[in-house]
């Protein structure tokens, strides 16, 4: 396994892996790894010749009261996981190499990035298609891994590449949870033991959002107020629930199939977001 930390050497490796037409998968990550990023990797291993994970805390898609600095970076235990899974490049860039002075040129895609996460997000979306698109330049994968547990990233980056003719296909695997059901998250380790406690409201609302449906409710303004109402504790505070359309990302009023269950929720300081697709 090798580190590339510039650009241009990526863009050298992976222009002459695909002259000897091998099939490369990219995985895009901000590292700190869990069990999430490596079923994404497990399955670009599966499929490709060469899997490519990129590990890159992107300033771009960070508000300015957000995260960035504190954000867990462990690049040391990063590098064994995707040695021990069997990843043949790690490309991890500083920001300068990614972002140099006289930068100015972003990629946004209109409309689902202005909705859902971007209310409390703004400029959020743009970052991540900025950096994808980049990726995506530096990289030519013939497979890109995203997890659902980010939906509606997922679901703008596979816009983006629909509606720019990117040349790569976008996988999107499903969220890998903790046995309790909380999604597993870099962020969760933010979480003190009472609001690890707290976070699983998350989980708790998706499912109950799950037994309705079951049980024949199908007016979403019903399942949200539902959800709403369990979603209760000291420190723990809504930024949305919705039901949406998962074309559009528009709310919807009455349950489809494939129609997306979103929340955000504030536990503490830590914003925690999770979904479930109806099938
Ligand atoms: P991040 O490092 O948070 O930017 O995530 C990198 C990729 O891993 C994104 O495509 C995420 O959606 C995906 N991911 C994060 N958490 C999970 C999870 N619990 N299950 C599946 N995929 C995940």
């Not at 972003?106 to 997000?121: F, I, M, P, W």
Request: charged share 25%; with cysteine.
């Amino acid at each position: 396994m090798k580190i590339i930390r510039s650009p241009q050497t990526i863009s050298a490796i992976s222009k002459k892996l695909k002259l000897k037409k091998k099939t490369i998968g990219l995985v895009p990550t901000m590292g700190a790894l869990h069990k999430g990023h490596l079923s994404l990797i497990s399955e670009a291993v599966r499929e490709n010749d060469f899997v490519v994970v990129s590990i890159f805390v992107n300033p771009a898609q960070f508000g300015p009261r957000e995260d960035f600095k504190r954000y867990p970076r462990m690049v040391n235990k990063d590098i064994m996981l995707c040695r021990s899974r069997g990843v043949d490049f790690i490309f991890m860039p500083k920001p300068d190499h990614m972002y140099p002075k006289m930068f100015t040129t972003y990629v946004t895609v209109e409309g689902l990035s202005n909705v859902l996460c971007a209310k409390s997000r703004p400029g959020h979306f743009r970052g991540v298609t900025t950096v994808v698109t980049k990726l995506f330049n530096c990289i030519p994968a013939d497979i890109a891994y995203f997890g659902q547990k980010d939906i509606q990233q997922a679901i703008i980056i596979k816009r983006m590449a629909k509606d720019l003719n990117m040349p790569v296909a976008i996988k999107i695997m499903p969220t890998i949870r903790e046995s309790d059901g909380l999604a597993l998250s870099s962020r969760n380790i933010y979480l003190n033991v009472k609001e690890r406690k707290d976070a699983l409201v998350l989980f708790k609302s998706l499912k109950l959002a799950k037994g309705l449906i079951k049980s024949g409710v199908s007016e979403t303004g019903k399942i949200i107020h539902a959800m709403r109402r369990i979603i209760r504790g000291k420190n723990v505070r809504i930024d949305y629930v919705a039901i949406v359309d998962s074309d559009n990302l528009i709310p919807i009023q009455k349950i489809t199939k494939g129609c997306i269950i979103a929340l955000a929720v504030w536990i503490g300081k830590t914003r925690l977001i999770d979904n479930v697709i109806v099938r």
